[in-house]
C-alpha cells in the first residue's frame, strides 16, 4: 500500500535530511510527497527545532530550475530563501535507494499570489474586471506555458516518481487573505459567481469557441450587483441556486464546458510536457472523463471524517475510475482530525476496504509528534 507523507524543504533543512526520512521509513511510509512550487500560510510548527510560527516566501520554488525552460513565458519561477544554497529536493532524491522512499513533488499550479501581483493580467478578472492576485488563469497562454515547463522541470531534473497537482483549475475569490473582508456576507451561489472568471483571455477562447461569454458576464454582474445593493436582504426573484440562473441563462452551460475544458487540456498538457521523464501524474481533483488518459492516480481527502464516513468517502471516489487508475486517500494528521492511534489505524483500514490503493497523511511540518507517531502503528495494522 502507498503510503505517502506531505512535507515541506524547510523540515528537512531545520531537523535534517538523514533524521527526517530516516523516521519515515521508519514509520513505514513509502513516499515522500514534498511541496516543489508551494504558496505561503501562517504556520503553527510544534516540533521545528528552529521555529514554531513561519510563515515561507510566497509563490516560490523549492528546487533549482532550469531558467532556459520558461522562455515562452513571462512567469518566471523563483527559488524559495530555504533552498537558495542547497536544493533539499535533490537531497532527499540521493538519498532515496538508502530508506527505500520514493520522492514527490507536491506541485501547487494556480495558486501564486506573487506572480499574480507582477503579472495582473495573467490573473483570474471577476465580472467586474476586479483581478484575483493569488489566482492565476489557466486560460492565460503564459499561465499554460508557465506550469507544464514547471511540471517538465521537476519531472526531468529531479529523480521523482511523480508530480502531484495541485490547483491546476481556476481559483475563487476566497482566498484567505490578511484581514480578508465581506460585510455584505454573500451567500454561496453568489460566491460562485464571483468565481467566474471573465478575463481577456478567457473572453477570447470563449468567443473562438462561439460561447456568449458576454452575457453571461452581464447576467452575473445583475446577479451580484443586485446583492450587494439589496443586502443584507435580496430582491423578489432573486436566484438562489445556480440552476436557477442557468434557467435564466442559457449560455451559462456552454460557458461552465468551456471552463472545464480549459482545465482538463492543462491537465493534459502537462502530462505530455513531463515526457521523456517516466513519472507519474497525481491529480488532488476529481475524475473527469477528458483526463482519464493523462492522470495515473487520482488523490481525494477525507480530512476530520471518522472510519465509517472514510469508508464511503473512499468507495465514492472509486467508483468512477477504471482498472488502469489509483485512488490514494488524504489524511489530516491534525489532533482535531485524528484522536488516537486506533483511530488512525481505522482510518487507514476503511482506506484499503474501501478501494484505496494509498493513503497520504498531511502533513510533517504541522502535525504534532504525537500524531505523526501513529502513522507507524496504523499502517502495521493496516496491511
Same mark, same amino acid.
Not at 507519474?280 to 481525494?300: C, E, K, M, T
Given at each position: 500500500m502507498y503510503a505517502g507523507l506531505w512535507m515541506y524543504a524547510w523540515d528537512l533543512a531545520d531537523e535534517g535530511v538523514e533524521r527526517v526520512m530516516g523516521w519515515a521509513a521508519d514509520s513505514g511510509l513509502t513516499a515522500l510527497q514534498i *511541496?516543489?512550487?508551494?504558496?505561503?500560510?501562517?504556520?503553527?510548527?510544534?516540533? /521545528?527545532p528552529k521555529h514554531r510560527a513561519y510563515m515561507p516566501a510566497d509563490g516560490c520554488v523549492y528546487f533549482h530550475p532550469d531558467e532556459r525552460l520558461y522562455a515562452k513565458t513571462i512567469l518566471k519561477p523563483q527559488v524559495a530563501p530555504v533552498c537558495a544554497e542547497t536544493d533539499w529536493m535533490r537531497e532527499a532524491g540521493k538519498r532515496l535507494e538508502k530508506y527505500n522512499l520514493k520522492l514527490v513533488s507536491w506541485t501547487v499550479c494556480n495558486h501564486n499570489t506573487r506572480l499574480g501581483l507582477l503579472h495582473p493580467e495573467c490573473t483570474v478578472h471577476n465580472c467586474f474586471g476586479d483581478s484575483y492576485p493569488h489566482a492565476l488563469c489557466p486560460a492565460n497562454d503564459h499561465v499554460r506555458n508557465y506550469v507544464t515547463a514547471l511540471c517538465h522541470d521537476l519531472a526531468n531534473n529531479l529523480p521523482l516518481h511523480a508530480v502531484q497537482l495541485e490547483s491546476p483549475d481556476y481559483m475563487g475569490w476566497q482566498h484567505g487573505h490578511h484581514h480578508e473582508r465581506d460585510l455584505t456576507v454573500l451567500n454561496p451561489l453568489e460566491q460562485t459567481l464571483m468565481d467566474f472568471c471573465f478575463c481577456p483571455s478567457c473572453t477570447r477562447k470563449a468567443e473562438g469557441k462561439h460561447v456568449d461569454i458576454a452575457a453571461v458576464r452581464a447576467r452575473v454582474r445583475e446577479i451580484l450587483e443586485a446583492a450587494m445593493a439589496h443586502a443584507p436582504g435580496r430582491p423578489a426573484g432573486?436566484? %438562489?441556486?445556480? %440552476?436557477?440562473? *442557468? %434557467?435564466?441563462v442559457p449560455e451559462l452551460a456552454a460557458y461552465r464546458a468551456f471552463r472545464k475544458e480549459i482545465e482538463n487540456t492543462l491537465i493534459a498538457e502537462i502530462k505530455v510536457a513531463m515526457q521523456p521523464s517516466s513519472a507519474?501524474?497525481?491529480?488532488?481533483?476529481?475524475?473527469?472523463?477528458?483526463?482519464?488518459? *493523462?492522470?495515473? #492516480?487520482? /488523490?481525494?481527502? #477525507?480530512?476530520?471524517?471518522?472510519? *465509517?464516513q472514510v469508508l464511503e468517502s473512499t468507495r465514492a471516489a472509486r467508483a468512477p475510475l477504471g482498472p488502469q487508475h %489509483?485512488?490514494?486517500?488524504? #489524511?489530516r494528521l491534525g489532533l482535531n482530525s485524528v484522536f488516537s492511534a486506533q483511530d488512525l489505524t481505522d482510518i487507514v483500514q476503511a482506506v484499503k476496504a474501501g478501494g484505496g490503493d494509498g493513503v497520504m497523511f498531511y502533513n510533517y511540518s504541522e502535525s504534532p509528534m504525537t500524531a505523526l507517531n501513529w502513522i507507524k502503528p496504523a499502517l502495521a495494522g493496516g496491511r
Open positions: *511541496a516543489g512550487s508551494y504558496h505561503a500560510g501562517w504556520f503553527l510548527h510544534p516540533h /521545528n432573486h436566484p %438562489e441556486t445556480l %440552476e436557477q440562473v *442557468a %434557467e435564466r507519474r501524474l497525481f491529480l488532488l481533483g476529481g475524475y473527469h472523463p477528458q483526463i482519464a488518459g *493523462a492522470v495515473d #492516480v487520482f /488523490n481525494s481527502g #477525507v480530512y476530520g471524517q471518522r472510519p *465509517a %489509483e485512488l490514494y486517500i488524504g #489524511v
